[in-house]
Nanobody, 117 residues
C-alpha cells in the first residue's frame, strides 16, 4: 500500500498550488479520501475530505472557498487545489485513505507547503 503526495513547495501569499496523492496497493474507489495538515507547533487537522464517488466534499472553515478537493478513480489519485494561500496554510500536508466499509486506513508521508512573502 502506498500513498505518495507531491506538489508541495514554496508559494507566495495569494498564490496557488496543487497537491496530488497517488494511491496504489488497495481498492482506491472503496475508500473515502482526505487531506490533513500539521503546521509548526500545531496538531494535525482535517483540511478537506471527499467521498468515494467524488460528489460529496467537506472542508475546514479556514479553507472554505479557497481550497478544492477532487479525486480521479481511474488514475487512483486525489488532489487538493489550493488558491489564495495564506501564511497560516504553511504546513506538512498528508493524504489519508479510510475504507468506508471496514477498518483499514492509510497515511501518506506528507508534502511540505510553505507560504512566504
Amino acid at each position: 500500500v502506498q500513498l505518495v503526495e507531491s506538489g508541495g513547495g514554496l508559494v507566495q501569499p495569494g498564490g496557488s498550488l496543487r497537491l496530488s496523492c497517488a494511491a496504489s496497493g488497495f481498492s482506491f474507489s472503496a475508500y473515502a479520501m482526505s487531506w490533513y495538515r500539521q503546521g509548526p507547533g500545531k496538531e494535525r487537522e482535517l483540511v478537506a475530505g471527499v467521498n468515494r464517488a467524488g460528489d460529496n466534499r467537506n472542508y475546514a472553515d479556514s479553507v472554505k472557498g479557497r481550497f478544492t478537493i477532487s479525486r480521479d478513480n481511474v488514475k487512483n489519485t486525489v488532489y487538493l487545489q489550493m488558491n489564495i494561500v495564506k501564511p497560516e496554510d504553511t504546513a506538512v500536508y498528508y493524504c489519508y485513505a479510510r475504507r468506508v466499509y471496514g477498518s483499514e486506513a492509510y497515511w501518506g508521508q506528507g508534502t511540505q507547503v510553505t507560504v512566504f512573502s
